[in-house]
């Protein structure tokens, strides 16, 4: 009589190969991640015989899972960082969590080449709430924006993904409206000194035009004029000179008001911090 313990392992094994073939065909259909519902309904097995054979990938960190039910492939040259770059696996992510999204804030200025300094956390706004992923030396860190459809966005291919990032513009826009997870009013003016060559006055405008709010038009006009990007200054300062009531508001939020700081009557700001970019 068989060894009940070699009948359970002759069992599985065809299994993993089955379930290796899988992976590959996904892989040779350009394909870098898949949910556990989607192995399901190929290969048609129940889910616990598909998890014993995901675990097995996993423990060869061929595999990895940043969020519950959904895994990435990793691929060799990708296994030192524990997980594919976020831009890969981040749309696919999206679509699983049905969540509307965009790379945003100091993620998306270094697709807009405005970034003169690594990158360490990949930024993606959403409308909800959710933690942060950290998956090998990948993180990602999700921001909570409820007007999410306000921002103008454009599609950006990688290697494996599409993946949707705010304009120029709408970059600009959000650094301003975010500027604690932006790094600060300082690292703010460096992106901008950079990123105000690739954004367009006529989408500013269109831009400024159509948001109701005006304190991130003040802030941004102010840190453009100081970059040297008078042209996109003044389209804000007109737009701005068109409303019927512009309060004053300090430059920094979260900083006091001193007798030194310096009121600006153009863009109705109390300078209460002095901007000094690395540019």
Same mark, same amino acid.
């Given at each position: 009589m068989q060894n009940?313990? @070699?009948r359970g392992l002759t069992i599985l094994k065809p299994l993993i190969m089955i379930f290796n073939d899988y992976i590959h065909d996904l892989i040779r259909n350009g394909k870098c991640c898949f949910s556990i519902e989607d192995a !399901?309904?190929?290969?048609?097995?129940? %889910? %616990? +015989?598909?998890?014993?054979?995901?675990?097995?990938l996993v423990s060869k960190? &061929? !595999? =990895?899972? *940043? +969020?519950?039910?959904?895994? #990435?492939? #990793?691929?060799? &040259?990708?296994q030192i960082l524990g997980c594919l770059p976020a831009e890969y696996f981040i749309p696919y992510l999206m679509e699983y969590w049905k969540c509307d999204y965009y790379a945003c804030l100091l993620t998306a200025a270094k697709y807009h080449e405005a970034s003169h300094q690594a990158v360490m =956390?990949?930024? #993606?706004?959403?409308?909800? %709430?959710?933690?942060?992923? #950290?998956?090998?030396?990948? $993180? =990602? $860190? @999700? !921001?909570?924006?409820?007007?999410? +459809?306000?921002? *103008? =966005?454009?599609? !950006?291919p990688t290697r494996m993904s599409m993946l949707i990032v705010s304009t120029p513009e709408g970059t600009a826009m959000d650094l301003l409206n975010y500027p604690q997870q932006s790094g600060g009013l300082n690292h703010i003016a460096t992106v901008l000194a950079e990123l105000y060559e690739v954004m367009n006055a006529e989408r500013l405008l269109r831009l400024a035009e159509n948001s109701s709010v005006l304190v991130w038009q003040q802030r941004l006009g102010y840190l453009l004029e100081i970059v040297g990007a008078h042209e996109l200054a003044e389209v804000l300062k007109m737009n701005l000179s068109r409303q019927k009531r512009l309060d004053y508001i300090v430059l920094a939020p979260g900083k006091r008001v001193t007798k030194r700081s310096k009121t600006n009557i153009t863009w109705k700001l109390i300078e209460n911090t002095k901007i000094e970019s690395d540019i």
């Open positions: 009940p313990h @070699f !399901i309904a190929h290969l048609k097995k129940n %889910r %616990r +015989a598909i998890l014993s054979s995901i675990e097995h960190k &061929e !595999i =990895v899972s *940043p +969020a519950k039910g959904f895994y #990435v492939i #990793v691929p060799p &040259e990708y =956390v990949f930024q #993606v706004m959403i409308t909800g %709430r959710r933690p942060a992923i #950290v998956c090998g030396k990948i $993180k =990602v $860190k @999700f !921001i909570t924006n409820k007007s999410l +459809a306000n921002t *103008p =966005v454009q599609k !950006i």
